[in-house]
């Protein structure tokens, strides 16, 4: 029986931190097609192993725990698996850093494909986007954290923030790459980061599977075609 089983879509995204996670703590997890989470997801929440509305959802097999929210999935693997540690402010920083990489999620595309992407809209958002990167250098520079060595909060080995950085903007350029050279411009320290944490074997292992499994696919859908419009691509 394998440790997790994981409810998400077959692409990147939001999943792809859940996934980046077992895969660091050596986890085994199945996961299902799109049928059958379109029917998990579909159920009414009375009959739902966690009540929500969408995924990704983890069922930890072991325990019967099952859990919906990427944030509170991390923390949960996070505290279970040693990768936040006991200190209070650690731990509201690494929550606070998954909620950042949660809305950077969101306005990437454009609240869940709510809206598309234009040319004018997606130039607009660029100031914001260059400050969500800057957000995220200044953290790792008041940890003392340079493109080569330390992480994002300080810690000596690399933790849940550190993981979700590497998912968040690693995973993003990979997919989308016209955005590398801006993250290398505006955040050098995390694009480093995100190369040190994405060359881990357990990463590099699950890369390839994704990429065999996914393509070049990011977020899916009309939004991802309308971010791929405004980037060329
Ligand atoms: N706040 C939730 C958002 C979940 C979410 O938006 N899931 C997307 C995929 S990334 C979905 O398929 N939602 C379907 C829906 O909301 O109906 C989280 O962080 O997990």
Redesign the pocket.
Known sequence: MPDYSLYY?PLP??GQFVRAVLAHVGATWDEYDFEAIGAL?GKPPADQPVPH????VLVDRNTGISL????AILGYLGRKHGLITDDNVHHALTDKIVADA?DVLYEITLY?GAQMWTKESWHDFQPRLKRWMVMFEETGRRHGMTAREGFLLGTNEPGIADLATNILWGTMTAKLPPLRPLLEETAPAIAGLSDRIGALPQQVELCGKSDAAYGDLYCAGQIEASLRMVLNL
Do not use: A, E, T
Request: proline share 21%; aromatic share 14%.
């Open positions: 879509w995204f939001r997801k509305m969408g995924p990704p919906s929210q990427m944030p949660n869940n």
